[in-house]
C-alpha cells in the first residue's frame, strides 16, 4: 500500500497464447532512488492461481524507479513439457524471452499496477489500474 512518500506495486500476468493467468512466474522487485542510483533487489514473490503476485515487498521511501524482473524460461518450459505428454512432438515453442525486465518510474503516494500479458514469442505491459 502506497503512503504520502511511497508508492507501491502490482502486478500480474496473462499467459495470451492459453488465455489463461499465468501460474508460478517468479518475480523479482527492485528499486533505485535516481538515474545514477544503484538498483537495490528488495525480494520477490511468484505467482499464485490466478497470475496475481499479492505479495511483493514495500518500497522504500525515495524509491523514483521500479523494475520487475519476470522469470519466463522455467514457465514456459514447464508448459512446453505439459504439451508434450498431451501431444508428442508438439512444436517447440520454448521461450524466445527467458525473462522480462519492465522497468518504470514512480512517484510517492501512488499505486501502479502493471500488468504482463505474455506469451512465447512477445509480451506487452500497460499501466493498469
Known sequence: MSTDTTASVSTHILD??????AEGVAITLAARSGS????????GSATDADGRCKDLPALPEETTHVRLDFETETYFAKKQAEAQQDAPR????????????ITFAVKPGEHYHVPLLLN???????RGS
Not at 495470451?16 to 493467468?21: F, L
Not at 520454448?94 to 525486465?101: D, K, N, R
Not at 512465447?120 to 500497460?126: A, C, D, I, L, N
Open 90 to 101: 508438439v512444436r517447440d515453442s520454448g521461450a524466445f524471452f527467458p525473462e522480462v525486465a
Open 120 to 126: 512465447p514469442f512477445g509480451y506487452s505491459v500497460y
Open 16 to 21: 495470451t497464447s492459453m488465455g489463461r493467468p
Open 36 to 43: 545514477d542510483a544503484a538498483w537495490v533487489t528488495l525480494g
